[in-house]
Structure formats: C-alpha cells, structure tokens
C-alpha cells in the first residue's frame, strides 16, 4: 500500500481516546487459591471500577463483585493488593468507604462489611486459618496522632488483626512503631509470621528491614530482625516456600537478586546483573513464587525488558521462557505453572499461563486489539551519554502508520515522556497513550532518567540530591542525540509528564530552551509545598532527591519552577485531578495564573472527581483530546494538502 504524504502531527487515526479506555482494562493482583485463579480487572467504562476475576478448575471466568462494590485500597494514597481468601469466603477492601468485605464463595450473596465504619484503610490482607483472623497492613487517620515538624498530622500505620469471628471484627495492633509496613506473610505450617518494615526519611527502594515472629496462642513471640540491620538495603517480597524456609530480594549488591535465609545467614539463590524487583508504590506486588520447593518462577528486567523463567533453588540455574512477551508482572504459580500478566508493544495486557517445558496459553485476554498492526510503532530500545558520560536508557517510538508518512525534507515532531516516581520506569508493552502519538506522526521517547528502576541500586540513587537536575538533564541528550540522529525536528520538542514526570517537564520549560510546550498532568510546581503537603507515604521522598526539609529550603526554592516564572516563556496544558492529596490542585493553578499573568498560552483542564491519575473512561477521554487540542493549536498542526 501506497502511503500518503501529510505533515507529521497531522495524521488522521483511529486510535481514539474512547479506544484507549475501553481496549485495555488494566490487570494486576494475580493470586492462586486452592483451584482456582484469581486477579484484579480495573475498567474505566465502569467509572474505574476494579473487580476480582476467577478462573475456576473447570476454565470458566467469572466477575466476583456485584456492583457498585470496587476492590481499591487507600493506604499510602497508591493502594495495592487489598484481597485474600479461605474456602469459603472472598475478602476484599471496597473503594466507596475502605472498609473490608467479605463474599460467600459458595452462594450468590451481597457483600457484608466485616469492619466499622471509621478512619482505618486496609491493604495486603492475609487470612490466619488457625487464629481466625486477617492480618493485613492498616493505615488509621485520626488527629491524636503524633504531629511531624512540618506541622503535618500523620497517620498511624500497623500491621493489624482482624477477628473473623464476630459480626463485628475487632482491630488489634499486632505490629507497630514502625512508620511504614508491608508484606505480613503466614509460613505454610502456619506458626511463624513474617513482614518488612521501614522509617522516615526512607522509601521502600532505599532501605527497609525484614522481619520474623512465632505465632504462639495468636501472639507474636521471638520477634527477629533477619535482614537489612545495616539500614542500606531495599528488601522487597518475603514469600515462604512450600517447605517454610523464608526467601525474599535484596539490593544489597547493587541488584534486586533473590535470598534465602539459611541458619540466619542471607544465601543468594541466584547472582546476577538484573533486577527480581520493582519499586513498592503499590502493596503486595510479586515478582516471584515457588512452583515447588525446589523451583522458583520469576520475572526479571534487564535493560529495559522484562524476562520470565524458571530457577532451578539447588543449582542457582536460571531458564528462560522464550515468547513474544516484553512486559510482564504480577506473578502467581497454580499447579505447577507460572501465571502472570504480560503484553508487548503491540499486544494487549492478559493472564497468560507458562509452564515449566516452557508451553505458553492465554488465560484470560479481556479485550482484542481492533488495529492494524502496521498502525502501531515498535519501541526501538536506545542508549545516550548524559551527565559525566553516564549511559541513559529510552524507548523510541518512529511516527507510524499503514496510511500515512511525513512530507518530504520533514523531520518528525517530538515528545519526550517523562515517567512518574520519579522511582518509575518506562515498559516497553503496549501503551496506547503512546501509540495515539504516533499514529497521528508524532515521535516519541520515553526516557529511563537516571533515578529510574531495572539498572541496579546504583543507577537508580543516581538522581539522589539531583532530582530536577539529572533528570532533566537526561531529557535534554534524549532529544540531543536523537537529532544528531536526524530522527526528530529539534525545533520542534515537546514534553509531557504525570506526578513526578510532571515536575521534570515544569523544570524542563523553566530552566531550559530545548522544549517548546509541554504537558503537566497532576505535576509537581512547588516543591516546598509538596514537602509540607502530601500524604505520610511521601513526606519525607524529598529528603534524599532533593535536601532535608527546612534545613535546605534554598534548594526547595531553587528548583521549584514557580519560584522561577521569568524561565517559562512556552505553552503549557495543565491536566489536574482536584481531590488529588498527592499533588494538591493549587499547585497546578499556581502555575497557570503566572502564566497567564504573563501572557503566555495555557490551558487548565480540572476534573473534580479524579484523584491523583485518572481512572474513568469520560476524564481519559477529555484529558487526550485535550492535550492534543492544545498541540495542534501551539503548532498549527493541520493538512495543508
């Protein structure tokens, strides 16, 4: 087929918003209970509701939440897995007032509540069959909490026990004191409890300790610190396996790598470049599970991509599957298999099932794909020196399309993607909000920054003390070196980004002349005020990516766009949840009024029922043609032919 020549940015597509909210309903929360499989669906034409999938022996699928019940935690303000099971019964976290739920799995029957009405959140829920209980990570909200410096009432957060024995279930702390906890894990025989547990001013990737406890009449007894005393290791997913021995990741030598814990002594299980982990934004991901005692399955990244296989505990061999897949997580293994979420560049996100011969089968493909797969680019894995010769990752994605190509002598505009976290990465499986992009004849790159997860501990406390420098200074050789490729129009750079992406492309436009418009969606303008702000889980995020606070208010002061409005003399969109608490609404329409003080072009589209991202079909919708609206009109983009 003969393609026609129109202006990149120009094309038209049939890669539709509306598309985008209904093709890929997210997928997550993979678990395996007796015989049946069990995950999380996120649907945007639902209003974002979330339901949990089964798949039961038999292979029939079913939606187990009546409506309008949602699975959707709010502790930490990002959630997480927030479901468990017993024989009977289904328990989950519901959106509407956070309270748990439990379902008969045995009768068609409306959800009962199982806790009261008040100011707990759930997550990582936990069922104790011998205690008669959940355990599960609980976040309480109440103004007698202790009051930080900042002046901020902070939650208490707990591992908590909740008896399952009345009508109305009892909390009680059964682990505190610490500011942070995730990852409570019953042994298979059902007597020892594990969990980590983290301190102000860390994250969960900068350090957290792992810890272990007998289960003795309900009681915790012979609490143990088993690993990460050193306070200098990121210890991610402890998980039993079948014959109660406790594995967990570890950073510790500079790479996520899988350990056991053998006579108190850390064991590697296996030694290698590549990371078995990913950043804890959302409790109870998985990377890895045990398909028998002597056989873990696993999913890995290195540069970039996202491997799955197959490790052999007693000789440290590593096999890997072989398939199409180049995105893959939320790990469970069901008889003898491992099962996952995975997609790639031009495949859908579904429950696909892989066994250890290395067989492959669809479980579960919620929605087909309905474009041409000439319409959707290839992410083209790249490297490029930045700052002091460090080497940068991105993908780039070529303006593509079955129908269209640019004008002759016309290099293709630019959008630089800048992933959120900043503690993020880009993937490499499908995104159509990248191929809605290009598909229209826009380039992409999506920038793995320095700070971005999958290169080792290293990398990633690379943006340490540098956030807003580095980061985007990496934006900067992203375009500078793809135009020395003569792959994009330098004259012709735009940059986009969400949450901390947000604050990347704000410092971006301010602080330097490489981009000429930009979108900030929920982003960061004020960093003062995000450090005295945002949610606990956060508060203290700033201390190692920029400088203590108030101590080094200066520097809060000197890379806060805001505080540097004469720096920002482009167009910009500002796409805003306004019951967002992780970036408060103000911060965007600080931003706005000084732009529009100066005259310069913006736009401020505010959804008042969307949090921090957004979740429902109509604002995805709305947000898209908007930002493309704003494009089209900063740089003409229209067919003069």
């Known amino acids: 087929m003969v393609r026609s020549k129109k202006p990149y940015g120009s094309w038209p597509s049939t890669i539709s918003a509306e598309l985008i909210t209904r093709a890929a309903p997210s997928l997550n929360f993979v678990q395996s209970y007796g015989d049946a499989l069990y995950w999380v669906e996120g649907r945007p034409w639902e209003a974002g509701r979330s339901v949990i999938m089964r798949r039961d022996s038999s292979g029939n699928i079913s939606d187990l939440l009546p409506a309008p019940f949602s699975h959707y935690s709010k502790v930490h303000e990002y959630g997480g897995m927030a479901y468990a099971l017993d024989d009977d019964h289904l328990y989950f976290v519901n959106a509407a007032d956070q ?365 340490a003390g540098a956030w807003g420098i580095a980061d985007v200074e990496d934006t900067q050789s992203a375009i500078r070196y793809l135009a020395e490729q003569q792959k994009i129009d330098p004259e012709r750079c735009l940059i986009r980004g969400g949450s901390a992406g947000g604050y990347t492309v704000l410092s971006a436009l301010t602080f330097t002349d490489t981009f000429k418009a930009g979108a900030s969606l929920y982003g960061i303008g004020d960093l003062e005020t995000l450090a005295t702000d945002t949610h606990k889980f956060e508060s203290r995020y700033l201390d190692s990516l920029i400088g203590p606070y108030p101590e080094r208010r200066d520097i809060y002061l000197e890379r806060s766009p805001i505080h540097h409005a004469e720096g920002l003399n482009c167009p910009v969109i500002f796409l805003q949840g306004l019951e967002d608490k992780v970036v408060p609404p103000n911060q965007a329409e600080m931003m706005v009024k000084l732009l529009e003080d100066k005259g310069i072009q913006v736009a401020y589209v505010a959804f008042p029922d969307e949090g921090h991202g957004f979740r429902k079909a109509n604002n995805i919708i709305r947000a898209m043609e908007s930002e493309l609206a704003f494009y089209q009109d900063v740089f003409n983009l229209v067919d003069d032919a």
């Open 99 to 463: 309270r748990i739920y439990k379902l008969s799995l045995k009768s068609k029957s409306t959800p009962q509540a199982i806790t009261d009405e008040g100011s707990w959140r759930f997550a990582d829920l936990v069922v104790d069959r011998q205690n008669q209980r959940l355990i599960a990570v609980c976040e309480e909200h109440s103004d007698e909490h202790n009051e930080e410096p900042c002046g901020r009432q902070e939650p208490e957060n707990y591992l908590a026990a909740i008896s399952l024995n009345s009508e109305n279930s009892t909390i009680e702390k059964l682990v505190c004191g610490a500011d942070f906890y995730a990852y409570p894990r019953l042994s298979p025989d059902q007597n020892q409890l594990c969990w980590i547990e983290w301190k102000h001013p860390n994250m969960p990737w900068d350090a957290t300790q792992l810890w272990q406890a007998t289960i003795t009449d309900g009681d915790l007894t012979d609490k143990t610190l088993v690993a990460g005393a050193d306070n200098n290791q990121a210890i991610f997913q402890p998980h039993w396996s079948p014959d109660n021995r406790l594995y967990y990741v570890s950073d510790k030598n500079n790479w996520w790598n899988i350990y056991r814990l053998e006579n108190g002594k850390s064991i590697p299980v296996l030694e290698m470049e590549a990371e078995f982990a990913t950043p804890l934004w959302q409790l109870g991901m998985t990377t890895f599970d045990f398909i028998d005692a002597n056989t873990i399955a696993c999913v890995w990244a290195n540069n970039g991509l996202t491997h799955s296989g197959f490790i052999d505990i007693a000789t440290g061999t590593l096999t890997t599957a072989k398939h199409q897949y180049t995105a893959m997580q939320s790990v469970a293994c069901h008889q003898g298999s491992l099962y996952l979420v995975a997609g790639a560049a031009a495949l859908v996100n579904q429950i696909v099932g892989i066994n250890s011969q290395a067989n492959i089968a669809s479980v579960y493909a919620p929605s087909t794909l309905e474009v041409d797969q000439a319409d959707l680019a290839q992410p083209q894995s790249i490297l490029f020196p930045s700052g002091n010769n460090q080497q940068v990752h991105a993908f780039f994605y070529p303006p593509t399309s079955a129908k269209y190509r640019g004008q002759d002598n016309e290099l293709p505009l630019v959008i630089a993607m800048c992933h959120g976290g900043p503690t993020g990465a880009a993937s490499s499986g499908l995104n159509l909000k990248i191929q809605y992009w290009t598909n229209r004849g826009f380039a992409v790159v999506d920038i793995n920054y320095r700070g971005s997860v999958g290169f080792g501990r290293t990398y990633r406390q690379a943006l």
